[in-house]
């Protein structure tokens, strides 16, 4: 993997476990000479995950909506700061820039990102590893939540698989780098699997 987009949150949360793991995250990408795409923003924990990285060097692209940069949230010490009309067009961006997608704890806006990339994966647009940091068991109700769409029938087994979960990060990397993307199977029958 050349570049990872990391989605988290633009809080640092109450566990400084979460921060932690943002920097730690960050090194290691730095360390093992992948790029950082990321939201461009100065706080929470994608300030945390960006000031890794630049610690050690690391390249470290932000994807910043302009209405964003105006609220003066925007990374200053930056690799490369890509300045973009909307959220769309950020995820749009992300998307295009990446090799892969790591997800850390975050909101309402870092689920719609992940979900937003999983939805591309089962749709088939694109083959990229989509990973999941499970700090802390931050993640734990949501694992439960998509085990429950694929009990249910809302989720076919080979999609639940396309995300990929640690608590680890060098193990998350370590299966990001050898997934093997399957066909989207999201149109047959559930006899045929």
């Known amino acids: 993997m050349k570049r990872v987009t990391v989605f988290c949150g633009s809080c640092l949360g109450n566990d400084v ?5 943002a920097k730690n995250l960050g090194q290691t990408l730095a360390k093992k000479n992948i790029g950082l795409v990321y939201g461009g923003a100065n706080i929470g924990l994608m300030g945390a995950v ?3 990285a630049l610690s050690l060097g690391g390249e470290v692209i932000g994807v910043l909506p302009i209405f964003l940069k105006e609220k003066e949230i925007a990374h200053e ?3 490369e700061l890509i300045l973009v009309e909307s959220m769309h067009e950020r995820k749009m961006k992300m998307n295009e820039l990446c090799d892969g997608v790591i997800t850390l704890p975050g909101g309402f806006g870092t689920m719609e990102e992940l979900f937003e990339m999983l939805t591309w994966a089962q749709l088939g647009l694109h083959k990229k590893p989509i990973g999941l940091l499970n700090c802390n068991g ?3 109700s949501l694992i439960n939540m998509i085990q429950q769409m694929t009990d249910s029938g809302f989720l076919k087994k080979t999609n639940q698989q396309m995300l990929l979960v640690s608590d680890n990060i060098d193990d998350l990397i370590n299966q990001m780098e050898n997934y093997n993307a399957k066909e989207s199977y999201k149109w047959i ?3 045929t699997l």
């Open 17 to 21: 476990y979460f921060e932690l793991q």
């Open 50 to 52: 960006a000031d890794g």
């Open 77 to 79: 010490h930056l690799s």
């Open 138 to 140: 931050f993640y734990d």
């Open 189 to 191: 029958s559930n006899e």
